[in-house]
């Protein structure tokens, strides 16, 4: 035990007397990068968050949500709407997708705007006949422009192992 006291006392205790501006420096280095981390960390759960509030102002604010791993079955909505309670459902799918051809991960999120019963995005009647025009061209879906498409342009999105074709 005296062995290992005296090898920790000459390789580390040591050095770190004889040389306290190395020692500071390591010292600061490691604390500026837990401190990184941590702002890294704290960026990307704020960023988090105001994608869910603006997600919540598009698809409606929920008391509670119903989820479940692999989804869940379309009829159960049915059946809960049926229930004689004064519940407002609003069906929302969030989950990743991938661009044919690219390989990058991106939020792909699907919300019933046709069901939102006007707390939509869509305030004026010429955006519900514009929006009304878009939703009836057949799996429409609104993109980023950082991805550079244009509307009316085809897309197809790898989504749960499955190829699915949308239209900006």
Do not use: C
């Not at 035990?1 to 004889?18: D, E, N």
């Not at 009316?152 to 989504?159: A, E, N, T």
Request: charged letters at 20%; aromatic letters at 8%.
């Amino acid at each position: 035990m005296i062995a290992g006291w005296l090898l920790f006392l000459r390789l580390v205790a040591r050095p770190l007397w004889r040389e306290p501006v190395r020692t500071a420096l390591t010292a600061l280095a490691v604390a500026l990068g837990v401190g990184v981390v941590i702002a890294i960390d704290l960026a990307g759960q704020s960023a988090a968050g105001s994608f869910h509030s603006s997600l919540e102002s598009l698809a409606g604010r929920s008391d509670i949500e119903i989820s479940a791993g692999g989804g869940l079955n379309e009829l159960l909505l049915g059946e809960l709407a049926r229930l004689p309670y004064a519940f407002t459902f609003t069906p929302r799918i969030e989950d990743f997708a991938s661009i044919d051809g690219r390989g990058e991960a991106l939020p792909f999120i699907g919300v019933d705007l046709i069901g939102g019963r006007g707390e939509g995005p869509f305030k004026e009647e010429r955006d519900l006949d514009t929006a009304a025009f878009d939703l009836a061209s057949g799996d429409p879906v609104w993109v980023g422009s950082r991805l550079g498409l244009r509307r009316g342009q085809h897309l197809r999105l790898l989504i749960n192992d499955a190829m699915h074709d949308f239209t900006v």
